[in-house]
């Protein structure tokens, strides 16, 4: 997985949460060792601030930013994109041939990879952004290596790429790509989450 970017201000608030909930509890635990007369060693009170916003910073990253309580009042505006895609898509090469195709994303709050596999070949993303406030709605936009399987054609060959897709519904991206200079190929492609 790879770190994207997005044009929410969400990260700045989050982590100043995190780090204001990390206080809360460090204190809370020096005055609970207090109470019950507990001597603990100066390096187990020192470092509390910091692990426990490690700890609380890992739970948010991996699972809590995609609570729904916390989508709906608005702390997190970044979609969950997460899951399996089926794809139609249409070509310009060959005459606008159609595709299928599977896309698997796997995301967490700040990184996300995205893999494309086709009859033919398989795309990997290199790098990502999330933007979510689009007039159209949220925009995934990323850039991507594809290599041929060993059965594809022998005029395909790894190329770069890349990918705009906008989100229109919870289960349904629409966008386009476009491939490397030397392949000059470009396309459409609808995905429908199937999980």
Do not use: C
Not at 64 to 88: M, S, Y
């Amino acid at each position: 997985m790879h770190p994207y970017a997005t044009d929410s201000h969400e990260r700045r608030n989050v982590i100043l949460g995190v780090a204001l909930l990390s206080v809360v509890f460090a204190y809370t635990l020096h005055r609970g060792v207090e109470w019950v007369s507990i001597q603990l060693p100066w390096w187990v009170d020192s470092p509390s601030v910091m692990g426990f916003f490690g700890l609380l910073y890992e739970a948010f990253d991996k699972r809590l930013w995609r609570a729904t309580p916390l989508q709906g009042i608005g702390i997190v505006k970044v979609p969950d994109l997460n899951g399996t895609w089926d794809v139609e898509g249409r070509t310009s090469f060959d005459n606008g041939k159609r595709f299928q195709a599977q896309v698997v994303i796997k995301q967490t709050w700040t990184a996300m990879s995205i893999v494309l596999e086709s009859e033919s070949s398989i795309s990997r993303s290199l790098s990502a952004s999330l933007l979510v406030g689009q007039p159209e709605g949220p925009t995934l936009s990323y850039e991507y290596r594809n290599d041929p399987k060993p059965d594809a054609l022998p005029t395909m060959h790894s190329h770069r790429g890349t990918t705009v897709l906008r989100r229109k519904s919870t289960g349904l991206l629409e966008g386009e790509y476009y491939s490397g200079r030397d392949r000059l190929n470009y396309g459409s492609l609808t995905l429908k989450r199937r999980n």
